[in-house]
């Protein structure tokens, strides 16, 4: 079973800067498929950044230019990096793992922006 724990979340003002950090229990090296989505009370969830199989990472439009992931295989932990942060970017952020056709999720972060 894999585990990952997230980090990193907080309260910060608008245009502020937060690093999430998701820590996997296992190694990461050989995953293709892993990222951070994001709820927001009475919003769907969604998808803001993501590992995939092509090249360059996946982002939302809302945090293109924003926020970047990035990757640390020798720790088993993937980042994401989150600057001009708005208000509308107040949620819980999940980071996902897919592993050997098995889905693993992290507890969850909340990431507060208000002034």
């Known amino acids: 079973q894999v585990q990952l724990v997230e980090s990193g979340g907080g309260s910060v003002q608008p245009g502020g800067s937060l690093r999430l950090a998701c820590a996997a229990s296992e190694s990461i090296f050989s995953v293709n498929l892993m990222g951070w989505y994001r709820q927001a009370p009475g919003k769907q969830r969604e998808l803001v950044a993501a590992f995939t199989s092509s090249i360059t990472p996946h982002y939302a439009d809302s945090v293109k230019g924003r926020f970047t992931i990035s990757r640390d295989n020798a720790k088993n932990t993937v980042y994401l990096q989150m600057n001009s942060l708005k208000p509308e970017d107040t949620a819980v952020y999940s980071c996902?793992?897919?592993?050997?056709?098995?889905?693993?999720w992290g507890q969850g972060t909340q990431v507060t922006v208000s002034s």
């Open positions: 996902y793992a897919a592993i050997s056709s098995k889905w693993y």
